[in-house]
């Protein structure tokens, strides 16, 4: 059974889901990650979403998916959600403000056309900022998979990163040439 939540206060029931979606409002609450580890102890899934509530949409800056997939790989969460694929308003090709969400574009994709016959779409970046930040986590973890040592390596990769307390687009693109340069080490050794 799956359940997503939005606080944390019914702590004591998410045991019994095997899949429990926190709201990323609460990724920064001090016992989040002992519940994730405890989870994970009892292989349990947890995963974190995002709708327009917990995410200002246009006023996001670009590397702040990246940054919270970081973090979220650094907890040891099983993955991420992302509310909703194609939230959109009424005349979507006019106003991107919902109607219920803070001010804020809260699409991935805009339709091209829309009629009630027919609606292509097409990706937004914040779609494919998404897509190569998940991309990034795969690349993660195949590193990691490789042995022991690269599993080191990249502990302390993510490690390093979660404690850097620097502003985020630095962060961010440094952990990207880090990836990189971990990468090129362990997968063509010198010699």
Not at 29 to 56: E, K, W
Not at 81 to 108: C, I, M, N
Request: charged fraction near 20%; charge should be negative; glycine fraction near 4%.
């Amino acid at each position: 059974m799956a359940m997503a939540v939005n606080r944390l206060h019914a702590e004591r029931y998410f045991d019994q889901f095997d899949d429990l979606s926190v709201s990323s409002s609460q990724f920064n609450q001090p016992n989040m990650g002992a519940i994730v580890q405890h989870r994970a102890d009892l292989g349990l899934s947890t995963t974190f979403y995002t709708c327009g509530a917990t995410a200002g949409a246009l006023t996001n800056e670009p590397y702040d998916t990246p940054d919270f997939f970081y973090r979220l790989y650094q907890k040891g969460a099983n993955g991420y959600l992302r509310w909703a694929l194609d939230a959109f308003t009424d005349q979507p090709l006019v106003d991107t403000y919902h109607w219920k969400f803070v001010a804020g574009d809260e699409s991935l994709i805009y339709p091209d056309r829309l009629s009630d016959e027919v609606m292509t779409v097409q990706s937004s970046v914040r779609f494919q900022i998404l897509i190569e930040s998940y991309r990034k986590l795969c690349a993660l973890e195949v590193l990691q998979a490789l042995s022991a040592d690269a599993e080191e390596k990249v502990n302390a990769l993510i490690t390093a990163y979660a404690t850097d307390m620097t502003d985020v687009p630095s962060r961010v693109a440094q952990m990207e040439r880090d990836i990189s340069t971990l990468a090129s080490e362990l997968l063509m050794p010198a010699g």
